[in-house]
């Protein structure tokens, strides 16, 4: 047997201390994650603060169901711990704050929530975004359409959230930097019917990124929510509400987004209860895709969507769900009619 002399064992200590101490610490770099959810109708049970008579009747029944509802929504998202998440469909930022709570005390996981509160006063419907270190989140806006846009083109987008934040990346303590990143909640028209006025909302939301970005153009964007489109992935018609987010409006085609559903096999892209319908979308800009060589930066490593967390025993049909949804026990009552869509980004 070959042993090391104790004199050369000190003084391989001593290199590796050194080392130890010059050296940059490596990070275990987090991935970001992002994901989009529809909870449908996340009412708790006080009705004094709804005005509107579909607000009160989707109200939660009880305190009690409400608060099974909050604890079964907040362990779905504990599931995917995700850097942020886009909500739709919440009451306002109450709901909101009474999750957070949830996931802390029964998960460990700690989210800020981010509610601007829209205009949607027939459903007193709104979006909002939950954030959790080491992601931060420094300014949060909303678009509005001005006297200078034609209402020909432009709509208003009563349910939206955008949100500049800053994702950390780099390899090393030593090269740690950020990354920031706009992203955009929305929730827009719903129905064939919806038709022409998501386009007009889509127009919008253009012109809003468009200047929000308009002195650092080459500023990741993500635009995620419910769009409530009847398009589908890898064909989307080139006159759609889809077509013309993902365009930008813009002269040059760089900055195009990308419909991250491509990336989805067919059979995983279905967002909602009724079958085939990929209302729930990811879009982001094509530098968050690809990746620039010997740069730190976020890249897409995958997508999916995960009607896992949502689906409880067999699944509801549409007639339970829709028409007797708290005739259901717990245990078997799915949580929303919409899955998560989930995108994780690497450091590269």
């Not at 064909?235 to 987010?245: G, H, K, Q, T, Y």
Request: hydrophobic share 40%; charged share 25%; net charge negative.
């Amino acid at each position: 047997m070959n042993c090391i002399p104790t004199w050369r064992l000190a003084i391989l200590a001593t290199i590796l201390t050194a080392e130890a101490l010059t050296s940059p610490a490596r990070c275990a770099a987090e991935p970001f994650t992002v994901m989009t959810w529809n909870l449908e109708w996340f009412y708790d049970d006080a009705k004094k603060d709804n005005y509107s008579d579909l607000a009160i009747e989707k109200a939660s029944p009880s305190r009690g169901q409400w608060n099974w509802r909050r604890d079964a929504a907040a362990t779905a998202i504990a599931k995917i711990a995700p850097s942020v998440a886009a909500v739709q469909e919440i009451e306002g930022q109450r709901v909101l704050w009474y999750l957070t709570r949830s996931l802390e005390r029964d998960h460990k996981l700690k989210y800020d929530e981010f509610v601007i509160q829209g205009n949607d006063h027939f459903t007193e419907q709104d979006v909002g975004l939950l954030v959790r270190s080491p992601v931060d989140l420094f300014s949060v806006m909303r678009g509005n359409v001005t006297s200078r846009m034609n209402r020909d083109t432009f709509g208003s987008v009563s349910k939206h959230v955008a949100a500049f934040i800053e994702v950390p990346i780099g390899q090393t303590t030593k090269d740690q930097t950020t990354e920031t990143i706009l992203i955009v909640n929305v929730h827009l028209r719903s129905r064939d019917v919806g038709d022409p006025i998501r386009k007009k909302q889509a127009a919008s939301l253009n012109e809003w990124i468009n200047g929000w970005t308009r002195h650092a153009p080459t500023t990741p964007v993500i635009v995620l929510g419910d769009f409530n489109t009847e398009q589908v992935a890898e064909n989307v018609d080139p006159r759609s509400e889809l077509a013309i987010l993902m365009s930008r409006s813009t002269v040059d085609p760089s900055d195009d987004l990308i419909d991250l559903h491509d990336r989805i096999p067919k059979s995983g892209r279905q967002t909602h209860l009724l079958k085939g319908k990929q209302f729930d979308r990811i879009l982001v800009s094509r530098s968050l895709v690809e990746d620039t060589p010997n740069v730190p930066d976020l890249v897409l490593s995958n997508v999916k969507v995960r009607r896992d967390v949502v689906i409880r025993g067999r699944g509801d049909t549409p007639t339970e769900h829709w028409d007797d949804y708290w005739g259901q026990p717990d245990d078997q009552r799915d949580l929303s009619d919409h899955y998560p869509v989930v995108a994780e980004f690497e450091i590269r």
